[in-house]
């Protein structure tokens, strides 16, 4: 049965380019593992930057390992070895470290299977001996790695630049020596700061079931884990690493042009737990996106990629040399000529504008700073160079929300539509608004993380009423997320501990997570509809970002308030979070 994936396996590898394959021979060993199916992981950025900066490591081989695809699971199941790493086709007890990257909550899941697929007892306090030990990280684990701690040997609390290289040093020694498992992880938690080993710390719980502490377990211990942070001035930009006709983005290299976003829009984690805001220098990404890297075709990423100081030089070299360009994410208020005329010449016939809520008034709660105006102008503006198709993406459930909200979001939706079909007007295509509207999850770390979900029933209400009022509107179309897995985001992305009893269920005993809910003795409303006391301490300020808690309250009472702040901008005046030092 093996040979049939192992097959599929081998095809991925004729498809690619950029693969590394390495000699064992007296290597540390890891599996990076990604938990989900290989396309998903390889259109990630996070995972293909950690894969090609393991593998620069003389000392080190790193080779990938995917969640089952649909039809191999049964397959997966019956073969003696499990999953196998893609180079080497190699079962996951065979490597030193099995290193998730974990960019989803909603895949929890999936790694605790991968984990029992290969055999490998998912519980960290069921494995015995010290290979292969299993960590994980990556933008979820950032935010909140307790609904996981129970699974996971050591936790790496930081971006990989500034994490990797002393990490890799202090294992080789320990995993030349003799140490057993809970010696390794006592030894790695006090000499490698950014490393969090969940089992040397106790949490603690009041009788109303709230969260009282997380207490560490042994004598030098940090209180709370400080989060690495990378001086990117200091490193090559991220970029595709292994080519591949499998993804979303074939041929096309994935740049990141710059970290975090300064525009501190309340509802986003990465715009808090990336502070401050970092740019790779033009120059550096030019370098990066040399002709050398086998396609002109560059999607540049970030958090808002118009933000960048020299964008406008950046586009203009990249299209000199006859690349073209996508964008993962425009602001309205940014698109000006010369990124428009980068998307022209890059045949662009569609672009995506993130009102995030309907109304003036809601966008001052969330500190969105985009005014109708400069939406209207942004739309007219795409459509006069022939994009006519205009994706709007909406949150619904946000604090403070009323009907009248809702209301602002069908009518800026007609509103555009009358834009593009005015500026399309003797156009032989006709232009499209497509409305996706996605339910809020509070997320930690942001302003918004004492607040509660708005709740499944209410959210479906509300979709149904926008689907409704917008049914009849001709070339408007509408897309919702399924309100049910915004409330498991929620779930995982604001539980303790405890929630790993949902997760076991779901993964070891293939309930569905209604099935796990209904039938817990925990009532999962605890962590997700329950509105935070100002006091109350959260799970996942087990980790330090440095932000102060109190500038995160002040910024919640703000949006209530509907007050908007300024900007996160290093150096200039802002209102100090605690990042840049007090
Ligand atoms: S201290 Fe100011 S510039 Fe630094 S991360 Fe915080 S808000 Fe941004």
Redesign the pocket.
Known sequence: MTWKIKQRQQKWLEGERGTVRKDWGGKITIALAFPNRYAVGMSNLGFQYVYQALNRFETVVCERVFYPEPEDMALVRQSPGGLLSVESQRPLPDFDLVAFSVPYENDYTNLVEMLELSGIPPRARERGSTRPLIAAGGVALFINPEPLADYLDFVFAGEGEALLSEFLDFFKELRNGSGSRPEILLDLAKSVEGIYVPSLYEPVYGEDGTLEAIRPCAPDLPERIPVRRADLSREDPCRTAVFTANTEFSNVMLLEIGRGC?R?CRFCAAGFVY???RYHSAERLLQAASPECGTNRIGLVSAAVSDHPEIVDLCTSLLDRGGSLSFSSLRADTIGSRILSALEASEHHAVAIAPEAGSERLRRVINKKLSEDQIFRAAEMLAEKNILNIKLYFMIGLPTEERADLEAIVELAKEIRHHVLHSSRGKTRLGTVTLSVNSFVPKPFTPFQWTAFAGVAELKEKAKWIQKALAKVPNVRVHFDLPKWAYVQALLSRGDRRVSLFIDKVARENFTWTRAMRTSPLNPDFWVMRERQQEEKFPWEVLDHA?ERNYLWEEYRRALAEKESPE?????N????????P
Do not use: L, Q, S, Y
């Not at 996160?568 to 200039?572: D, E, L, M, S, Y």
């Not at 802002?574 to 030092?581: F, I, L, N, T």
């Open positions: 300064g501190g502070r401050p805001v932000i996160c901008r290093p150096g200039k802002c209102r100090k979070c605690g990042v840049c030092g």
